[in-house]
């Protein structure tokens, strides 16, 4: 992975078409390894942070001084920014990882068809994926990491803010496959969007793209590529305030979804309020503006907001990514569910109630990735979720929705072992099949 | 869904959105109403069969008029054919079906985040499906039988020839909603070819597009499109003898693998011999000649089959979807996995071997969605492997993987059910998370 600075504008296709083989060919040999030796190369990634932390470091500060003079907003930088302690949570997560049990061949299903005749269904890595994320460095070893203890060869396009910080942790994941015994072409760096772009019309040889970044990001790629895509094209989250809310746990969860982290895709974009519950809207409305969120309310919300502005056609369905919110008022639990139907981006949605049945029916009837009761829309995360690493979050509704960890990497075989069975001794007037399931 | 018959080129697009985003509102009463109602629509699909069964017959004798005076091959008359017996199977299919469990809302996975704080992840219809399919009426009802059961809308495009049979069964369905106090929009019969390819552009409003056909319509499909596709590019499915091959057996997968239904995705199309199985090979071929296969061999192969042509360059990775057959020598199990990697289309591939250790290498190494041990290619279906309906086969590796039943028509949601509990209260030295596993 040492490369010489004019390479920087990325590779020339029929380069980049070799390394992608590449990839595919050292997968193989990947996923037919003993589980033993993907939990080696995890443990030699961990080798190499702890024995390369200075040089890791010393190439996060070209990084960093590079992104400071180009002057990156403080929010970026802290992403961008390794720390001792940033290392040490790698290395826990790695540690973790190696100790996971191996996901390829799990038996989920175990069926004897006939006698002699057993089929399984085994899980099994997707292939060669793609994976391009921004700032972040330790995104290469989380991802990296999912990668090897998965079987799946990785591409790993990061953002050019962090160039050196990727090469140096891509070298590590290389050297840790090597001294394993396996080919380092599994990992392979993807520098520029000169090589990103091209990458996308490899749909032959990948077979699954994860673009993590900003939803513009998201989308460009879902319109540039026919390889199946993993990620979320918006996130508008609702939190709905129900009539029979407690006003404390309505704005507990308006401000934890609005503040917490404005940017996130699982920050709360709009308020509908029960027009019953209106009397709690002035207190949830000072406890937002306190924070210093700024409110676009519809007529009937603003007679009880007296900082906000009027909303527009827009408002209530916008992802904003920002200390602004959406307020709307809605007549009942059916106007609410209508709404988040038709102007949710079927993303996070969340009721405040302390009504059993008003629960219940959102949690069934909202038909988003995540449905949420008396809990903050912030919760949708693969962390939060106890997923282990998370690949990505998905509004898709084919493969993986919701936050994703590992299995989001993972697919099925079936496997069948007979005795020489063949289908056409089966069917009416002949053999019939028993379809006794067995435990996997 | 009574039409005239000037309707037949299809309707306007305009009409078509409308017809879709009925569906899709349809969609919705379908998938929230209880398990109970679903499964008397099921019911009522039934008694329609019983109820209709000679104006049913009527309707099939029209098309098959038709396509008798159009000259239709003899398989494609049968596969277009309703009989008493096929009505029957679809009846007890959709009793089946009634009496199976209701997939809606299972539980997946239980976690408890934290007290008072839990996760689910329950199974959920995908929402708006169009299946496009050929000749066979029946397809009508058992995919509609699986969209009731799953809670899926469906947009159901049958070939022309299958007309008047496909409208009476949609008529039957939509009649079966409506009578179970559920919206008939849910079912929408799409009829033409100018109606259906304008539906490939509905991005926003359908989900998946299942199309079974021939490879060249599913390839149609799948490079007209940005919806995800289900579908099988095509079936190069491989039978490898093994040198430990017990000759007997080759001679009956080879049989029932080619000549059982060689027009089939499932049916085997190359046939690789390890040299030393070679003395093996003149009985086989002779047996596959007596049932009119023909042969194309390399060179080695040849000495041992007289009847056989020389193979070009494309035999072996080519789906004949006939009674032909390519055979070719290999010099190792490594070979005959690198050929199936490099020639096959990852669908079904089989070995023929009395030793362990090479089923078992065969098994772990091939990377194609159903992998065999000495069973016939042909067992990679549905019905055969237990799933009950088949939705269609699929050789993608996302979302669902070789035969697919009803799990084809079900994503997923996260549910997530607290007492006001807010994200920012989780983190480093704050909060910790319990993640404790509950029993779904």
Chains 1, 2 share one sequence.
Not at 7 to 28: C, F, I, M, N, W
Request: charge should be neutral.
């Amino acid at each position: 992975m040492s490369r010489t600075p004019n390479e920087r504008s990325g590779p020339a296709p029929s380069d980049l078409v070799t390394r992608v083989r590449a990839a595919k060919s050292a997968q193989t040999k990947l996923r037919v390894a003993p589980a033993a030796t993907r939990t080696r190369a995890l443990e030699r990634v961990g080798d190499f942070l702890t024995r390369e932390r200075s040089r890791i470091l010393y190439a996060n500060g070209l990084d960093l001084r590079r992104a400071e003079l180009e002057g990156l907003a403080a929010p970026l930088l802290s992403r961008l920014r390794l720390t001792e302690s940033k290392l040490q949570v790698l290395q826990e997560g790695l540690a973790q990882l190696a100790r996971s049990e191996d996901p390829i061949g799990r038996v989920l299903i175990r069926r004897e068809l006939d006698r002699g005749l057993e089929l399984e269904q085994v899980q099994s890595p997707i292939g060669v994926v793609l994976v391009a994320f921004e700032s972040r460095p330790d995104a290469v070893i989380q991802i990296g990491g999912l990668a090897l203890r998965s079987g799946n060869a990785v591409l790993l396009k990061g953002g050019a803010e962090a160039l050196e910080s990727n090469r140096i942790l891509v070298e590590g994941l290389r050297w840790a496959l090597a001294e394993s015994g396996l080919d380092s072409a599994a990992i392979q760096g993807i520098e520029g969007r000169e090589a990103f772009m091209p990458l996308l019309a490899m749909d032959g040889l990948i077979d699954l793209v994860i673009p993590r970044g900003s939803n513009a990001f998201v989308q460009l790629v879902q319109r540039s590529t026919r390889i199946p895509v993993l990620g979320h094209a918006e996130g508008i989250c609702t939190l709905y305030v129900d009539r029979a809310a407690d006003p404390a746990t309505a704005i507990r969860l308006a401000l934890d979804g609005k503040c917490d982290s404005p940017s996130a895709c699982n920050a709360t974009e709009t308020l509908l309020i029960h027009r019953d519950a209106l009397p709690a809207l002035a207190s949830i409305g000072a406890a937002l503006h306190a924070r210093g969120v700024r409110m676009r309310a519809d007529e009937a919300a603003r007679a009880h907001l007296p900082y906000a502005e009027a909303a527009g056609e827009a408002d209530g369905a916008t992802e904003y990514g920002d200390l602004i919110l959406a307020i709307r008022v809605v007549d009942s639990l059916d106007q609410a569910l209508a709404w988040i139907a038709t102007h949710g981006s079927a993303h996070t949605d969340a009721i405040v109630s302390e009504d059993p049945e008003a629960c219940a029916r959102f949690l069934a009837e909202v038909d988003s990735a995540s449905v949420f009761a008396n809990a903050s829309t912030r919760f949708a995360d693969g962390y939060r979720f106890g997923l282990g690493a998370e690949v990505g979050i998905s509004t898709g509704r084919i493969h993986a929705r919701g936050p994703v960890g590992i299995a989001g990497l993972l697919t099925t075989r079936y496997l069948l072992r007979g005795h020489g069975h063949i289908a056409s001794d089966y069917g009416p007037g002949k053999r019939a099949f028993l379809h006794r399931e067995l435990e996997p």
